[in-house]
Nanobody
Framework: QVQLVESGGGLVQPGGTLTLSCAAS????????MGWYRQPPGKPRELVST???????NTSDSVKGRFTISRDNAKNTVYLQMNSLKPEDTAVYYC???????????????WGLGTQVTVSS
């Protein structure tokens, strides 16, 4: 079982910056793709950005050029640097990771509980 602990959310003014962190731990053989998703109020959850263990990224067009995903494989942590924030970026941001568990060597997915990001003046 894996635990994901997210941090870094909060209230920020338009044009501001926030950095989200997500640290993974548990009985894990290895981690795979890690990423961030978000769910704006009244809307379905959507992809923000993902990153492979080798650093290959996939980022939504809506945040490309403003958000940067990165990861520290030694710390099993993924980050999301969010610049030039807009009111439409307001959402609950969720961390997700693929992993192979250490007991059954099965490929699984885990989600964090989410962290609120509010962009407002």
């Amino acid at each position: 079982q894996v635990q994901l602990v997210e941090s870094g959310g909060g209230l920020v003014q338009p044009g501001g910056t926030l950095t989200l962190s997500c640290a993974a731990s548990g009985r894990i053989f290895s981690f795979g793709v890690m990423g961030w998703y978000r769910q704006p109020p009244g809307k379905p959850r959507e992809l923000v950005s993902t990153i492979t263990t080798g650093g290959i990224t996939n980022t939504s067009d809506s945040v490309k050029g403003r958000f940067t995903i990165s990861r520290d494989n030694a710390k099993n942590t993924v980050y999301l640097q969010m610049n030039s924030l807009k009111p439409e970026d307001t959402a609950v941001y969720y961390c997700k990771t693929e992993y192979i568990d250490a007991d059954w060597y099965s490929l699984r997915n885990a989600w964090g509980l989410g962290t609120q990001v509010t962009v407002s003046s």
